[in-house]
C-alpha cells in the first residue's frame, strides 16, 4: 500500500497536503484501486465554504458515483481542471497530478486532527 | 433447485475461482458475482476487441419435453417457436395477462419434442412457477438450474478460442444450439451472447465449470465481470430485464415488436392486450438517448426532462460508454418526445445535462 509520510488522510480515503493555510485535497491510492478507471470528476465551485465531511466533489467510475468530503472547513479556492480532460490521472497519480480541489483552511492546525500514514495503513490492515 | 425468494446469496460454482483470479465480488440478482477482476473498461475493450470470458452459471436452465411441447410453448411466449427447426435458438418473452413482461429468454430446439430455455437468473423461480401453474399434463418441464455450468466467450476472437479449445468441432451458426459428449459429460454450445459481438455460451456440468473457464482463459479469453457485461450490453441497446423491461410495460413499448408474432396460431398470453396497443398506437416508447456534451455519466433512475422543464419519466440505465466515452441511456418516453433527434434534459445531482433521442444501437461495428 502507497500513503506517502508527508500527508494527511482521513477516514473517507482523502489524502490532504497542507502548504502555508491551503490544503490540497485528493483520493488515496487505496481509494482509486477499489473505484477503478475512474470516468468523470464534478469539482467544487471556488469560493463554496465547507463544513468537514461535507460532500463537495463526486469522482465517478464506469459502475457508481462516489462521494468527495471536504477533509476540515474551509473554503474551496481551485479545481484540478485538468480532470475533466483527463479524469483517469486519478488513477495513475493520485497523489499528484491526480489531486481534486484545494481548500483555504480555517483552522490549518486542525491538520494535526488527521490520520498520519502509520495510522492510515493501519486502517487499511 | 435454486431459491431467489429467501435471502440468502448463492454462489454459483465459478465463485472461489472468481476471488482467485482477483474478482471484486458483489451481491447481483441474489447471487454472489463479479463486478470486475482488473477494470471495466479493460473488460469492455477486451470483449471489443479480442475475447472476454462471462460466468453466467447464475441463469436458468429449463427443459421442456413431450410430445406437443411445440404448441403448448408457444401458447407461453410471444414468439413463434414454430419457426425453430432442430438446433435453432429464439429470443423471445414470457408476458404476464396484461402484456407486461415477466421474462425475456432465448429457447432452443434440441429436438423435436425438446426445448432448452434460458432464463435470467432473478426470475428463476417465477418463470419456472408460471410455467408450471400453465402446464399441462403429458408434459414434463424440470429446472435444471444448479446442474450446469455456464460462460460465454465474447468478441471477435471467441470462435478462434472455440476451435482452440475443440479443434474437431464446428460452433453452430449464429442462435444455433449444439450437444455433445466429452470426457464422460454432456457440453452444450449456443451461438448467442449479451454483448454485440460473435461469440457463444458454453455449459458444462457444475462440477467441470471451473477447468472449463480455466481452459478458455488458457486460449486468451479475459475474465470479465458484470459490470463490463452491462456495458457492453447497453451500448448495443439489448434490454435488461428488471431495468429495460418490467411487468408493467409491453414488449411493443420495449421497442421489441420483432420478437412478438400476433398472428402465430393458438395466439399468447399477452397477445390481446399487444394487439390492442398496436391498434391504437403506443403512449409511449423505450428510446436510445446520448448526451449532446460532457457531463456526468447518466445512470438508472435519474429523471428526464423536457426541455420546457416538465418531468417526463427516468432512465431505466445509464452508463458512460467505455467504447465512445459518450454518456447513453435508455427510458421510457411519451411518444411525442420519442422521435429521433429530439432533445430532453437528464437531472445529474440537480445539474441538467442535455440529451438527444438517437438511432439504436448506440454502438456498431467500425
Known amino acids: 500500500m502507497n500513503a506517502p509520510a508527508n500527508l494527511r488522510y482521513t477516514p473517507d480515503h482523502e489524502w490532504v497536503l497542507l502548504e502555508g493555510d491551503v490544503a490540497k485535497v485528493g483520493i488515496t491510492d487505496h481509494a482509486q484501486e477499489e473505484l477503478t478507471d475512474v470516468v468523470f470528476v464534478e469539482l467544487p465551485e471556488d469560493g463554496r465554504q465547507c463544513d468537514a465531511e461535507d460532500p463537495v466533489a463526486v469522482v465517478e467510475s464506469v ?28 488513477n495513475t497519480d493520485p497523489y499528484g497530478a491526480g489531486w481534486i480541489f484545494q481548500i483555504r483552511l480555517n483552522d490549518p492546525s486542525a491538520v494535526e486532527g488527521l490520520m498520519d500514514a502509520e495510522a492510515y495503513s493501519a486502517l487499511l490492515g | 433447485m435454486s431459491d431467489s425468494m429467501t435471502e440468502m446469496i448463492q454462489e454459483t460454482p465459478l465463485a472461489a475461482l472468481h476471488v482467485e483470479l482477483g474478482g471484486k465480488m458483489v451481491p447481483f440478482a441474489g447471487w454472489n458475482m463479479p463486478v470486475q477482476y482488473t477494470s471495466i473498461m479493460d473488460e ?40 425453430l427447426d432442430i438446433g435453432e435458438g429464439q429470443y423471445t418473452l414470457m408476458l404476464n395477462e396484461s402484456g407486461g413482461v ?54 471477435p476472437s471467441a470462435p478462434a478460442a472455440f476451435a482452440g479449445l475443440f479443434p474437431d468441432r464446428e460452433l453452430p451458426a449464429r442462435n444455433g444450439i449444439s450437444m455433445w459428449s466429452c470426457e464422460g459429460e454432456t457440453l452444450c454450445v449456443c451461438r448467442t451472447g449479451y454483448t454485440g459481438e460473435d461469440g457463444f455460451e458454453f455449459f ?28 457492453l450490453r447497453l451500448e448495443v441497446c439489448y434490454p435488461l430485464n428488471g431495468s429495460d423491461l418490467s411487468p408493467t410495460r409491453t414488449p411493443l413499448q420495449a421497442g421489441l415488436g420483432f420478437f412478438c408474432s400476433l398472428d402465430k396460431a393458438g395466439g399468447f398470453i399477452g397477445r390481446d392486450v399487444l394487439a390492442q396497443q398496436k391498434e391504437e398506437g403506443l403512449v409511449e416508447r423505450l428510446v436510445a438517448l446520448k448526451y449532446t456534451g460532457r457531463g456526468a455519466p447518466p ?24 467504447s465512445m466515452r459518450e454518456g447513453v441511456a435508455l427510458a421510457y418516453l411519451p411518444v411525442s418526445y420519442a422521435k429521433l433527434g429530439t432533445l430532453v434534459d437528464i437531472d445529474v445531482r440537480g445539474r441538467r445535462c442535455e440529451a438527444k433521442v438517437v438511432k439504436k444501437p448506440f454502438y456498431k461495428k467500425p
Open chain 2, 44 to 83: 469492455h475493450a477486451a470483449v471489443r476487441e479480442k475475447v472476454g470470458i462471462f460466468d453466467i452459471s447464475h441463469m436458468g436452465q429449463f427443459f421442456l419435453t413431450g410430445e406437443g411441447a411445440e404448441t403448448w410453448l408457444n401458447t407461453m411466449l410471444t414468439n413463434d417457436v414454430a419457426k
Open chain 2, 204 to 231: 458444462s456440468s457444475a462440477e467441470t465449470g471451473e477447468a472449463w473457464f480455466k481452459r478458455f482463459i488458457d486460449v486468451g479469453a479475459k475474465p470479465c465481470g458484470l459490470g463490463a457485461r452491462d456495458s
Open chain 2, 299 to 322: 445512470r438508472a433512475h435519474y429523471e428526464v426532462f423536457s426541455k420546457e422543464g416538465e418531468r417526463l419519466s427516468e432512465l431505466t440505465s445509464g452508463v458512460l460508454s467505455p
Open chain 2, 102 to 155: 415477466i421474462d425475456d429468454l432465448i429457447i432452443y430446439r434440441q429436438q423435436e419434442a425438446r426445448i432448452l430455455l434460458v432464463v435470467n437468473a432473478s426470475m428463476i423461480d417465477a418463470d419456472y412457477a408460471w410455467l408450471k401453474q400453465h402446464l399441462p399434463e403429458g408434459l414434463t418441464l424440470t429446472n435444471e438450474s444448479d446442474v450446469w455450468a455456464g460462460m460465454a466467450v465474447q468478441g
Open chain 1, 63 to 90: 459502475k457508481a458515483a462516489s462521494d468527495i468530503y471536504a477533509p476540515l472547513a474551509g473554503e474551496v479556492v481551485a479545481g484540478n481542471a485538468d480532470l475533466e480532460a483527463d479524469p483517469s490521472l486519478i
